[in-house]
């Protein structure tokens, strides 16, 4: 087994519109020694692509970089899927299952390769530090120095307060090296609980331990700084897509919500923007926890005097309050209800076309007779391409087909593909008028180019 370390630099953060121009990655052993020298891709936007200018402003690569020093998505994902995506390996990021992996999933899709086997054939996974880290200072922060004022758990602050070498942050390949420097550091201060939590990152040991009915420690994103994302959970019922569970929070007492109607409880639950603390809604203490997603979950044994202390428990009401909850009748299907009112059963996008199809990964998977003929594809010469869009059975990678054509082998286009390509780019970047995607880019640019803030390479770079 080898662990494999990445990270992407984007032109947005929406992975179903934006695409990953530059990707960092280090191949480690299991004592984290590297194996071979790093990756380092920079990877060409295409026409149709306007990166959003923040993006460009916290990382510093232009679009015209990418283009002058880039290598196609097509190039890119040849190399991933042959030299990176190897039997056993697994894939370590900092906040990579919510944004890293979804940008790789998206680009295979784009790019006729299958968007999900890489975290998991041949005995590959994938884990996520992120709460690895925040589960450690809640827990065993002992050995490793933290920020004082703020639960801030940023690479680059604990990078530099524990003295760990960060030549660029929100360069790909410097943020990597400096992961596995934390990654050392966690696993050699606390040995046991980094053991634990990377045996569990396994949904297959992972969904025993939650379903077992015993309340268990949960550090998560979603619980308040205040007390380190770190909370006592238990498990109210099974998740309907049956990929999970929904938990509660037992800081709080469960009796104001046991009388709730489901549609009382869908309103509580749906989320509402605020501006200010003040506008900040009360916490809703339940959410969904995914087996899949490498949850940062440990026994109730975990927690010794200090640890209790810094999370502010009151282990007394725990246990009152997972009584209540424990007696209750129907509550779990009130929620399960609630939930189906906040997200309908999710249903393919209704039209297929050019403006959609990018984002039409998660409609439904590839028919085994397809996924032979996206083999065909990636194999084939670009002058080849067209022959293959009556052959496939799904109208997806029909409308795909020729999208990769023009974005990784324009030179191979004819002039009346040529002219198709054009009048794509032209109404995918002006759609909506006043709120076309072109708008709000140049829109934001002005507003950037205003603010007094700006130092001179941030004015460059927009400029």
């Known amino acids: 087994m080898t662990y494999y370390f990445y990270d992407t630099e984007t032109s947005g953060v929406n992975p179903r519109e934006a695409r990953v121009m530059q990707f960092g990655g280090q191949r480690t052993d299991k004592n984290l020694q ?74 295979l899709w784009r790019n006729f390769y299958d968007a999900y086997e890489w975290q998991w054939k041949e005995g590959a996974g994938r884990w996520d530090l992120l709460d690895v880290v925040r589960m450690t200072r809640a827990l065993r922060p002992d050995g490793i120095v933290w920020p004082q004022k703020d639960a801030d758990n940023r690479l680059e602050i604990l990078a530099k307060i524990n003295k760990l070498k960060h030549a660029d942050a929100h360069d790909a390949l410097s943020d990597v090296k400096v992961l596995i420097d934390l990654t050392r550091l966690l696993r050699d201060k606390q040995p046991k609980l980094f053991d634990y939590l990377l045996n569990l990152r396994d949904k297959k040991k992972l969904e025993p331990f939650i379903k077992a009915g015993s309340p268990f420690v949960y550090t998560s994103g979603k619980y308040p700084k205040e007390t380190l994302h770190t909370t006592i959970a238990t498990v109210v019922d099974d998740h309907p897509k049956k990929s999970g569970v929904f938990v509660y929070d037992l800081r709080i007492d469960p009796t104001p919500f046991l009388k709730l109607s ?82 309908p059963e999710a249903k393919p996008t209704a039209k297929i076309n050019e403006l959609t199809v990018d984002s039409q990964l998660y409609d439904g998977f590839i028919a085994d007779a397809d996924r032979i003929k996206m083999r065909a594809v ?86």
């Open 378 to 463: 990636r194999a084939a010469q670009p002058e080849e391409l067209t022959e293959f869009i009556s052959d496939f059975n799904d109208e997806r990678l029909k409308v795909l087909l020729p999208l990769y054509k023009a974005r990784n082998y324009p030179r191979s286009l004819s002039a009346e593909e040529q002219a198709a390509w054009e009048n794509f780019c032209t109404r995918k970047l002006s759609l909506g008028g006043e709120q076309s995607r072109a708008n709000k880019i140049f829109n934001r640019l002005a507003q950037l180019k205003a603010e007094p803030s700006l130092n001179n390479q941030q004015r460059y770079l927009l400029e």
């Open 262 to 343: 489901a549609d009382e409880l869908a309103e509580l639950w749906r989320y509402k923007p605020w501006k200010t603390d003040a506008e900040r809604p009360p916490r809703f203490p339940l959410k969904e926890l995914a087996f899949n997603k490498c949850p940062a979950v440990a026994p109730l044994s975990v927690l010794d005097e200090p640890s209790r202390g810094r999370l502010q428990l009151n282990m007394d009401e725990v246990e009152a309050n997972f009584k209540k909850l424990s007696g209750a009748k129907g509550f779990g299907a009130k929620l399960i209800e609630a939930w189906r009112k906040l997200y």
């Open 34 to 107: 590297p194996i071979g020298g790093p990756d380092n891709f920079i990877i060409k936007l295409t026409p149709d692509v306007l990166p959003d200018p923040d993006a460009i402003l916290t990382h510093g690569i232009t679009p015209q970089k990418t283009i002058e020093d880039g290598i196609t998505e097509a190039e890119f994902f040849k190399l991933f899927n042959q030299q990176i995506a190897t039997a056993d390996t697994i894939f370590v990021g900092f906040n990579n299952i919510r944004f890293d992996d979804e940008f790789i999933r998206f680009g």
